[in-house]
Each structure stands twice: as structure tokens, then as C-alpha cells.
């Protein structure tokens, strides 16, 4: 979509006004729009970019939504939190089946929670102080827990622990709550330079976190699939599922690398991770085969090809560590 830039830009001098000081003279309709009069305060913060200035008496106000209980209810809550509203109003008729629909939203979504409800209404507000959060730890943390569902997941398949494979398809949702998290952090950052400043998001770096942070979250989400699989496995040669187990850990060891080499900004570690690449996708190639000597080789297909899905996030990751 193409925008007029001469509604967003305006070139203006910078004048001498004599004793070492300089003066920046503001369109008038800027000043009127955002009524702005003599004597307010201007905060200059400076970015990588280039200078950001902003009036300091701009504060986060509070965003709400009001939205009509439907079919789409648990998007329209997601959306909402993502682009940072602190309260969202949902109108009803509230039945038990909606009510359901979205305390489960809410069970994904970290620091949201129902304030007030009756038949007709229901307050959603949002306890968490995102200015609070540091994005890299949050990504940390998301990480260790999506690498934790894998390992898990593998152990499971190893040893078809029935019991440890649910619990892993459980916490997948305490990933997903860090994604999303992630995803309003950045949103609200772009918005507001002196939060991006507190929560350490560099503006020109918050697409590759989003796009590494929704990588972890897949990874959760293969590692959950790898459990559920192993719910459904049937009969399956132990040196088979020893071979795959394998796969499985080399899969997590380049997430493990990849990741570390995004955060630390590692070329030498990223570039390791990317030479395994061929050599992965080779043993891939052979398990595919090899596979279909096992009596259930559907679930085993499942299996290895949600290993092979935590490899390509790992790689994606890994590519992502390379900056100018």
C-alpha cells in the first residue's frame, strides 16, 4: 500500500539563534494536531538511525476494546493482546461455551485476566507491565522451555513413557504465552522509543526476533506433536527408535547452537550450525527408508518428520545470527 510521504516527513533547517544554541522549528499543523503550545517539553532519544523526538508528556494510555462475543472470539482477544490493549470489553450473550473459548484464550496469554463478568459481560484486563520485561530474557526463557519439551519428548519416545509424552503436549501453552508476549512487546515497542529502550528492542532487529521467537514456538509445537505420536505408536524396533531418538538429538543440539549463536550474535557458531545442514538432511533421507521396517510406520513417519521440522527452525534461527 502506497503512502503519501509528504504527509509523513517534513524537511526542515537547522538555525543558529546565536550562544551555542540551535533551533529546530515543527509545522504548525503538527503543533495544532497534537496540541502542542510554548513551553512544552521535547525528550530526544538517540537510536542507531538517527534522532527520535518525541513530547515527554506522552504517556501509555490505556487501550480498550469492545467486542462482540462470536465465533471468532479467541482471534479477536489474540489480536487485541498482541497490539497491547490493557482492558477489552467482551458483550454478550455470554454462553458456557464461549466462557470456555476464552478462559482458554486467556490460559495463553500472559498477565490477562477476567476482572468482571456476568451473562451479558465480561471485563478482560491486564495485570503484567510489559515495560518490565526484558525481550532477550523473555526469549531465553521461551527457548528453555520449548528445548525442555523436546528433550522430554525424545526421552518419552526413548523409553515410551506414556505418562511424561502428556505431560509434554501440556506445556506447550506455557510456550505459546511467551510467543505471544514476545509479539507484544515488539508491537508496542515500535510504537513507543522509550519502552523499546527499557525492554531492550532495538528497532531495526525486531523483525528477526519476532520471526526467531515464532521459530521457538514451532519447535514447541513439533516437540508436542512428537508426544502425541508416541501416544499413538505401536510395535516399532528398539534400534529403530534408538536411530530416530538420535536424529531427534542432533535436531536439538543445532536448535541449541542456533539460538545461542541468534542472541550472542555468533557468526562462528551460526556458521557451524549451517554446515550440518547436508549432512541432516542426508540422515533424513535414510530414516525415511529405514522406517518403513517398523509395524507402525505411519506414527514413525509423524515422528521423524516433526524432528526433521525442529532442524529446519534450528537453521532458519541460525541464519538469522549473521548481521551487518
Not at 500472559?110 to 503484567?128: S, V
Not at 506414556?162 to 515488539?186: H, P
Not at 547452537?257 to 538432511?281: C, G, P, Q, T
Amino acid at each position: 500500500m502506497a503512502y503519501d510521504r509528504g504527509k509523513m516527513m517534513e524537511i526542515r533547517k537547522l538555525q543558529y539563534s546565536g550562544k551555542g544554541t540551535y533551533v529546530l522549528s515543527l509545522p504548525k499543523k503538527w503543533l495544532e494536531k497534537h496540541e502542542l503550545v510554548k513551553g512544552d517539553k521535547f525528550a530526544v532519544h538517540e537510536m542507531e538511525n538517527g534522532l527520535f523526538i518525541t513530547p515527554t508528556f506522552i504517556q501509555e494510555s490505556e487501550k480498550v476494546a469492545v467486542i462482540q462475543v462470536s465465533e471468532f472470539i479467541s482471534k479477536e482477544i489474540t489480536a487485541r493482546y498482541t497490539y497491547g490493549y490493557n482492558k477489552i470489553i467482551i458483550k454478550g450473550p455470554i454462553s458456557s461455551h464461549y466462557r470456555v473459548k476464552i478462559t482458554n484464550t486467556l490460559s495463553e496469554l500472559m498477565g490477562y485476566d477476567i476482572l468482571e463478568e456476568n451473562d451479558e459481560k465480561m471485563i478482560i484486563t491486564d495485570f503484567l507491565n510489559p515495560s518490565q520485561l526484558n525481550i532477550s530474557k523473555t526469549l531465553k526463557r521461551e527457548f528453555f522451555l520449548a528445548s525442555l519439551m523436546v528433550r522430554n519428548s525424545l526421552e518419552a519416545l526413548q523409553n515410551m513413557d506414556l505418562e511424561l509424552a502428556r505431560d509434554v503436549i501440556k506445556r506447550d501453552s506455557e510456550v505459546n504465552k511467551l510467543y505471544f508476549l514476545t509479539v507484544r512487546q515488539i508491537r508496542t515497542a515500535l510504537q513507543n522509543t522509550t519502552l523499546a529502550e527499557s525492554i531492550g528492542v532495538n528497532y531495526l532487529e525486531s523483525i528477526d526476533l519476532r520471526v526467531v521467537s515464532k521459530c521457538v514456538e514451532e519447535i514447541g509445537d513439533h516437540a508436542s506433536r512428537i508426544s502425541n505420536s508416541v501416544l499413538e505408536l505401536g510395535d516399532c524396533d528398539d534400534q529403530l527408535i534408538k536411530r530416530v531418538t538420535s536424529f531427534g538429538e542432533r535436531a536439538h543440539a543445532n536448535s541449541t547452537s542456533a539460538i545461542d549463536s541468534f542472541i550472542k550474535v555468533d557468526k562462528r557458531k551460526s556458521a557451524m550450525v549451517l554446515n550440518e545442514k547436508k549432512k541432516f538432511y542426508i540422515e533424513k533421507s535414510k530414516l525415511d527408508t529405514i522406517i518403513l521396517q517398523c509395524n507402525d510406520a505411519i506414527r514413525m513417519r509423524d515422528i521423524l518428520e516433526n524432528i526433521k521440522g525442529i532442524g529446519d527452525k534450528a537453521f532458519e534461527i541460525a541464519q538469522l545470527a549473521y548481521k551487518p
